[in-house]
């Protein structure tokens, strides 16, 4: 019998259920993706006392404080171990900035970058204008006035 806005299936097209009742079952968990935890060093906590200020400098002037870690893309997005971390979106019209492109965090004697698997990389450009590939999943210190690449994205770190 059809009922008016519904259609009816042909038979056959539809198995029959062999469970009818009304239980739920729990589905096993999701495996996660791997996550990269460098050796030696806690990203789940920001440090607390740094006695340098660090800044990220965007190419529109703009001075962006690293106050822990700084993830940064066309639209970052927080995980592990970066949960807690601060979102830097960038507007890159080249399109050579990943989503989540790379973490910048803060230390003593500089920051830290870390290329996170992006698609273009991220270079360190020295002051005889030559740029260094970073291996991706390593921090790499970074010193201040040093020009950071992401894919083809300029930044600057400096010290505040």
């Known amino acids: 019998m059809d009922t008016p806005g519904f259609i009816t299936p042909p038979p056959g097209l539809i198995p029959p259920r062999e469970d009818t009742g009304n239980r739920t079952e729990r589905m096993p968990p999701r495996t996660s993706l791997p996550v990269f935890n460098p050796p030696g060093t806690s ?3 920001a440090p607390t006392s740094l006695s340098r200020t660090w800044l990220v400098v965007l190419p529109t002037g703009a001075r962006v404080p690293v106050n822990g870690a700084l993830l940064v893309g066309r639209n970052p997005v927080r995980f592990d171990p970066w ?4 979102l830097l979106p960038v507007d890159d019209p080249a399109r050579s900035v990943s989503k989540t492109h790379a973490v910048i965090e803060a230390a003593d004697d500089g ?6 698997h992006s698609t273009n990389g ?3 450009v020295d002051s005889s204008g030559a740029a260094t590939a970073l291996t991706a999943g390593a921090p790499s210190p970074v010193a201040a006035g040093v020009t950071v690449l992401l894919g083809s994205f300029r930044l600057q770190v400096a010290q505040g």
């Open 43 to 45: 990203q789940a906590s």
């Open 111 to 116: 920051v830290r970058i870390t290329d996170l």
């Open 83 to 86: 949960n807690d971390a601060e």
């Open 122 to 124: 991220v270079s360190v």
